[in-house]
């Protein structure tokens, strides 16, 4: 697998930082609703909280140091979970 060069700041990533986890997110989220399941909503809510601790303590140090001011700009116009309404960084 070959890692970008640059920072990737199209697509879904122009709305948030994570979408990959978002959508993973959403899909447990989907199967609780569907199964009416708290045991599968507890789950969901087990892989965020990972997810966050990982972002947080790994990826986003991670990206700093390899792609520095340029992505110190992105995580100012980017939140990491939830996109802003209406607000996406320009392409």
């Known amino acids: 697998m070959d890692a970008p060069k640059r920072l990737v ?3 879904l990533y122009r709305y948030v930082r994570n979408s990959m ?3 993973v997110l959403l899909v447990i989220a989907g199967w609780a609703l569907l199964f009416r399941s708290p045991r599968v909503l507890g789950y969901g809510a087990a892989v965020a909280l990972f ?3 990982f972002v947080v303590a790994v990826e986003e140090p991670s990206l700093r140091g ?3 001011r340029s992505y110190e700009q992105y995580c100012r116009e980017v939140r990491r979970w939830v996109p ?3 607000r996406g ?3």
């Open 89 to 91: 960084r320009k392409a």
């Open 51 to 53: 997810f966050h601790l």
């Open 21 to 23: 986890y978002v959508g």
């Open 9 to 11: 700041v199209r697509g």
């Open 66 to 68: 390899k792609f520095g």
């Open 84 to 86: 802003r309404v209406g």
